[in-house]
């Protein structure tokens, strides 16, 4: 059975920087594409950004593109999101996910982690 457990959630002020885990289980994860989304209050779950089994990243360049980084580590089967420079406008719940190599739609989806950035 897939799980994916977020971790690194919390309360934090404008500013300050954040560090988002997703540990994955269940399946061997080292050639699916690994992602993130978020979604606040009365919004759609938009795109924040995906990294490929080997590396290659995309970003929604409007919203974090420059503050945002994503990274993984295939050994523990773990995706990171690093957030500096956090605005009110990010605050969300973060969700993690994975995609197969060779699909494009997500496979699978952890439960979330709150963020909330006061200003």
């Known amino acids: 059975q897939v799980q994916l457990v977020e971790s690194g959630g919390g309360l934090v002020q404008a500013g300050g920087s954040l560090r988002l885990s997703c540990a994955a289980s269940?399946?061997?994860?080292?050639?699916?594409?690994m992602g993130w989304f978020r979604q606040a209050p009365g919004k759609e779950r938009e795109f924040v950004a995906r990294?490929?089994?080997?590396?290659?990243?995309?970003y929604n360049a409007d919203s974090v593109k420059g503050r945002f980084t994503i990274s993984r580590d295939n050994a523990k089967n773990t995706v990171y999101l690093q957030m500096n420079s956090l605005k009110p406008e990010d605050t969300a719940v973060y969700y993690c996910?994975?995609?197969?190599?060779?699909?494009?739609?997500?496979?699978?989806w952890g439960q979330g982690t709150q963020v909330t950035v006061s200003s």
């Open positions: 990294i490929t089994w080997s590396g290659g990243t995309s």
């Open positions: 269940g399946r061997t994860f080292s050639r699916d594409t």
């Open positions: 996910a994975v995609r197969y190599a060779s699909g494009s739609s997500w496979n699978y």
